[in-house]
């Protein structure tokens, strides 16, 4: 969804993201979103991107000191979430997350499916379609006589 020219910055974007700003600027350092080209859908992007970066997987050892950039698993998760489309994203969208990838469910047939698929293995769950729903553009407050 583009915003008005000059609307969104990295500050904005972590703002809204619930982030530190240091979040946004590594990931338009390792180029998850575009920092020339902010859009408000890249607040979902800088969300995902920080609870990631803060995930260690059991007996993974990964020094919090030093970034060792984007893993595979973070990527793909990001890559999902970034060819999502609105339509897609229902309110109770979720990604599950997992060592090899990550896969959008939406209602309970996916969910049990997810969770039948992983339950021998470490996931991560992200809530995408509430997310979604607490970007500015979808608060209901937002409409055209909010302002």
Not at 7 to 29: F, H, N, Q, T
Not at 36 to 50: A, C, F, N, T
Not at 65 to 75: A, I, M, P, S, T
Request: hydrophobic content about 40%; some cysteine.
């Amino acid at each position: 969804m583009p915003s008005p020219t000059g609307a969104w910055s990295l500050r904005r974007l972590a703002s809204e993201a619930g982030v530190l700003p240091k979040v946004a600027r590594d990931a338009a350092a390792e180029g998850v979103i575009d920092p020339m080209v902010l859009v408000e859908s890249d607040i979902l992007l800088v969300r995902l991107y920080g609870a990631l970066k803060r995930h260690v997987w059991p007996e993974e050892r990964r020094p919090a000191n030093k970034d060792q950039g984007l893993r595979l698993w973070e990527q793909m998760a990001i890559d999902t979430v970034r060819g999502a489309t609105p339509e897609e994203l229902g309110p109770a969208t979720g990604l599950f997350i997992h060592q090899t990838g990550a896969q959008l469910a939406n209602g309970p047939g996916e969910y049990c499916t997810e969770l039948f698929r992983l339950q021998d293995k470490p996931f991560y769950y992200a809530p995408i379609g509430k997310w979604f729903r607490e970007l500015p553009s979808q608060r209901p407050d937002s409409g055209p006589s909010a302002g």
